[in-house]
């Protein structure tokens, strides 16, 4: 059975992923196609394309097209919450009760459109509510075989803004789901937005700065309160729409004017400041705080029973919030889907829309599910370019990117397949020598122009990770901090934080061979089996696609070496 998923129903990370008979041959971000950052109200047209080639089959082969945004009913208690919490706003209340539907109506029918135009004309179109979508991502791909607890918390689907739940014996049993505005991916997005920077695309940059800060200075708590099993929101102060709204420059925020008259004015420009540095750390720990409570309540007995739980959604891609869930006393394990935002709801359409139609799911293995190109796709781009690059064709790649590497020099290597999700995997990167003073300061200040205090992570070999991070639980993704063994923090500085964490990524030879061979090759010159490693594009960007994306980055920033398969291209 041949199963898409499509997503790009809330207005941003647009994606598309593919399955045959249970098991993901492809997935893909639109933005990395069209070189649009989230990709924002499109369509996956080229993402669906790619799907399609790279499993090589035609469109009329596909069996499901499965959309990650699902019909709401009126008996649900979700729309009457909605308008409840809304009263204040009384077009959206109404709007909730008589008309609440009108956006899935609207996204069914530009996916039936998308279907249409590429010609998907016998497929079934399958809907799957948004938070279904999040959890069968997070538990279906797991591979985890006992009773699972289940997480998804974000800004909002339909109305949905969390969901609880757990996986038996490869089905999703629903226990409670909280409703918009009551949601703590929303606060997270409203404080991103008072401390500078855009929701949906900041989230990291705070959670980045709270290290910086004391949590303790300034007390948060009266924005959110968890209490006899429910969620609560203060709409005094986040999370609101309409006239609520504070507006500057025209433009309207997710926080109230009320904030501002108690926290001061909204922050501006790229460098970490009081009072701002306290706040990100005061609500970073409210989130931690609230979730683990809630976690407690709904989940506790059965992280109990097995000490198996995943997490999918965009709150699920705070590093901080999800080690200290892997601290829990009973936690064995903790899978994050690599996508757990909206770009990976595309896959979790797709996976639940096959389970439902009877399929088995294999577990994911690996991110690396975008396009590959050849050596002679990435000579053809170099000659094709209009900088004219200076390239040659190296016997051993890996071994020459160490080499340059181990001389202090920051690296771009395009390798392989793409990653899906948000993070650079060792397949887009952009890589350092963590051992070398300055290397992050060179790197964020010359190639990824973008504020010299967030941090760089490492990739390490799966045969020091134990000792590095004190720990043995799995990392593939980076999707997990970790305390870094006093004995390494002064062996790999550049990829420590301030808290003394690591955002580490456990490399196997299995899953990239290549990316291990370079850092075993790093290794044997420098003495540390780890490598810093950030996404392969600059502020603002989407990661790199193409080599010819990559030739574009690299003649836009002050980079000297681009390792392009077993294309290396320096600057004359």
């Not at 097995?306 to 601290?327: C, D, F, H, P």
Request: net charge negative; charged share 25%; with cysteine.
């Amino acid at each position: 059975m041949i199963v898409l998923g499509l997503s790009g129903a809330l207005g941003h990370d647009a994606s598309a992923a593919i399955l045959v008979d249970g098991k993901i041959i492809a997935a893909a971000e639109e933005e990395r196609f069209i070189r649009d950052k989230h990709a924002k109200n499109h369509w996956p047209y080229e993402a669906a394309k790619f799907c399609l080639k790279q499993a090589g089959v035609t469109a009329d082969q596909v069996d499901i097209v499965a959309f990650p945004y699902g019909e709401i009913s009126l008996a649900s208690p979700a729309r009457w919450h909605y308008a409840k919490r809304y009263w204040y706003a009384p077009d959206r209340a109404l709007d909730a009760i008589f008309n609440g539907n009108r956006r899935f109506r609207r996204n069914r029918d530009k996916s039936l459109k998308l279907m249409q135009d590429l010609g998907l004309s016998k497929a079934k179109f399958v809907p799957v509510e948004h938070h279904y979508a999040h959890a069968s991502s997070a538990y279906h791909l797991s591979g985890f075989k006992e009773k699972t607890a289940i997480v998804g918390i974000d800004g909002k689907g339909e109305y949905a803004t969390t969901f609880f739940g757990y996986g038996e014996n490869g089905k999703i049993h629903k226990i409670k789901e909280f409703y918009d505005p009551d949601s703590l991916g929303g606060l997270y997005g409203a404080i991103t937005e008072y401390l500078g920077f855009e929701m949906l695309d900041g989230e990291f940059k705070v959670m980045g700065m709270a290290p910086y800060g004391d949590a303790k200075k300034y007390d948060l708590s009266r924005l959110a309160k968890f209490e006899n099993g429910e969620l609560i929101i203060n709409t005094e102060y986040v999370n609101v729409v309409g006239l609520r709204r504070y507006k500057e420059n025209g433009k309207g925020f997710y926080f109230t004017p009320k904030l501002i008259e108690w926290l001061g004015p909204k922050r501006s420009g790229d460098e970490i400041d009081n009072p701002y540095i306290h706040y990100a750390a005061s609500v970073q720990q409210l989130l931690e705080d609230l979730a683990l409570q809630m976690i407690e309540y709904y989940l506790g007995d059965i992280i109990r029973e097995t000490g198996k739980i995943v997490m999918a959604g965009g709150v699920a891609l705070n590093v901080k919030l999800n080690q200290r869930i892997i601290s829990l006393p009973h936690v064995k394990e903790l899978f994050v889907q690599p996508a757990a935002g909206d770009n990976g709801t595309s896959l979790g359409a797709a996976t639940y829309a096959a389970h439902l139609a009877g399929e088995t799911i294999h577990k994911m293995e690996h991110a690396y599910l975008g396009p590959a190109f050849t050596n002679e796709e990435c000579i053809a781009a170099c000659e094709a370019h209009p900088e004219k690059p200076v390239f040659t064709r190296v016997e051993n790649g890996p071994q020459k990117a160490a080499e340059l590497l181990a001389a202090g020099n920051p690296l771009a290597w395009f390798q392989g397949r793409m990653e899906f999700g948000p993070r650079s995997l060792g397949c887009r990167s952009i890589l350092g020598d963590p051992s070398f003073p300055g290397v992050a300061d060179r790197i964020n200040a010359q190639i990824k122009y973008r504020e010299r205090w967030r941090p760089f992570c490492p990739s390490m070999l799966d045969r020091v990770a134990e000792d590095i991070l004190q720990t043995d639980h799995p990392a593939p993704y980076m999707t997990f901090t970790f305390d870094v063994n006093p004995a390494w923090k002064s062996r790999i500085p550049e990829v420590v934080h301030e808290d003394g964490t690591a955002r580490a990524q456990v490399v196997t030879k299995e899953t990239n061979p290549r990316y291990y061979a370079l850092i075993e090759h790093l290794e044997t010159l420098r003495g540390n089996p780890v490598v810093l490693n950030t996404s392969l594009n600059r502020r603002g960007e989407p990661m790199i696609c193409s080599p010819t994306d990559a030739l574009n980055m690299f003649y836009g920033c002050d980079l000297e070496y681009l390792m392009l398969e077993d294309v290396l291209v320096t600057k004359s």
